[in-house]
């Protein structure tokens, strides 16, 4: 007896590999220090935890509808019109099981055996894997650290065949913390317009932990508007990762096949969890800039330590709460032979958890997430120059 090939096919997540790896060293009193997961480090906010409370005193624990309770969705069309000046109707708005289950609704419905999905690299590594379920083929671009990880429309022109169905675009990203602005979308949206048949699907989960400015979206230009899939949620600006509610906003016709999916094998969301997110949205934001001015007070102060220890390289992250170094410098040096084995060393030696650049298609590099203290940040980059002092003898 055999797993199907479908999950035999599939690889592992690698921060949540890394992370269960570092908790077992925790769990023997090895002192860790976890950046591997990208979670923020907050608390959900009272006033979104006291709407949970209310919800479930008011006996909100019934099946929800598959596409998400109607004062939520109504909620989100106000989000995108008063935030990002973005006309959506309540039928083009779907609520899922987080922005990971958005993105993957999306990728399950759209994605033929034999398609082709762009995936910009770096990417987020769940990308690639969910393409291959829907029996595609990710077909990846490298975006170097010198083009700050972010790809040129000529790249996205060279990329696209008659088999491409999909382009999967994440600003702020995840795992390099890029930004693309106005200018550069627009570009790459110039080459879709080209290509009428493709897709986009604009993941924009870290959309309000930005040190830029403004958001920009992909969907604010009219003539690709309905060619885009819009995938939020509140997981990270309002650091509710627990409650696992995301939505894309799309084309109708869009929304009605992932509506038809997902009421197959999840149906609605969990109730109280919409009733959380409702209080989110249409309560004070204050507490989203207090969170995203903490991230950017730690992104300078890692961006500055880590450019301090010999052999990395180090570019500036725009947005979410990623760094992505360059660490190939130390490739061939004590049996470190590729990402893996630097984040395996540094865990190891360095007792710091982090994740390698192969999973996220960028080999040369490796993620740390500064989702964490200031103290901790210190500490962990002081580990790190020690352990990577040692490769020098």
């Excluded at 972010?150 to 060279?158: A, V």
């Amino acid at each position: 007896m055999t797993l199907s090939d479908r999950v035999n096919n599939l690889q592992p997540s690698a921060t949540l590999a890394m992370s269960q790896k570092s908790s077992e060293m925790k769990a023997q009193g090895y002192d860790i220090i976890n950046m591997s997961v990208g979670e923020p480090d907050f608390n959900t906010p009272d006033h979104i935890k006291s709407a949970a409370k209310k919800a479930i005193d008011d006996n909100w624990s019934r099946y929800s509808p598959v596409p998400g309770y109607p004062a939520l969705k109504d909620a989100i069309v106000k989000k995108l019109k008063n935030e990002n000046n973005l006309d959506y109707k309540p039928s083009q708005i779907l609520i899922s099981n987080g922005a990971k289950q958005s993105v993957c609704n999306t990728i399950m419905a759209l994605v033929n055996p034999g398609d082709e999905v762009i995936v910009p690299a770096p990417y987020w590594v769940s990308y690639p894997q969910m393409v291959i379920l829907a029996g595609g083929n990710p077909v990846s671009i490298n975006a170097t650290i010198e083009q700050d990880f972010k790809i040129t429309p000529e790249q996205l022109d060279s990329a696209i065949t008659d088999k491409t169905k999909l382009l999967i675009l994440c600003s702020p990203s995840n795992p390099t913390g890029s930004v693309y602005n106005k200018k550069e979308l627009e570009g790459l949206k110039n080459v879709l317009l080209k290509h009428e048949n493709v897709i986009v699907l604009a993941d924009e989960i870290y959309e309000h932990i930005n040190y830029i400015g403004h958001h920009e979206s992909i969907a604010q230009f009219d003539d690709i508007k309905d060619r885009v899939v819009i995938v939020n949620g509140v997981s990270k600006a309002y650091a509710m990762t627990g409650w696992r509610i995301g939505y894309i906003a799309a084309p109708e016709w869009i929304v009605k096949g992932c509506n038809k999916l997902q009421g197959q094998y999840t149906s609605g969301a969990c109730s109280v969890s919409q009733m959380a997110a409702l209080a989110a949205y249409e309560g004070d934001q204050g507490c989203v800039e207090q969170m995203r001015i903490a991230f950017e007070r730690r992104k300078k102060l890692i961006v500055k330590l880590m450019r301090e220890i010999p052999g990395l390289e180090v570019n500036e992250p725009q947005g979410a709460f990623y760094i992505f170094p360059k660490c190939s410098s130390f490739y061939g040096k004590k049996g470190i032979n590729n990402s893996n084995d630097f984040a395996m060393y540094l865990l190891e030696k360095g007792l710091v958890a982090t994740v390698g650049g192969d999973s996220f298609g960028s080999p040369e590099c490796f993620r740390l997430s500064y989702a964490t203290s200031d103290e901790n940040i210190i500490e962990a980059c002081r580990r790190i120059k020690e352990a990577l002092k040692e490769l020098e003898g």
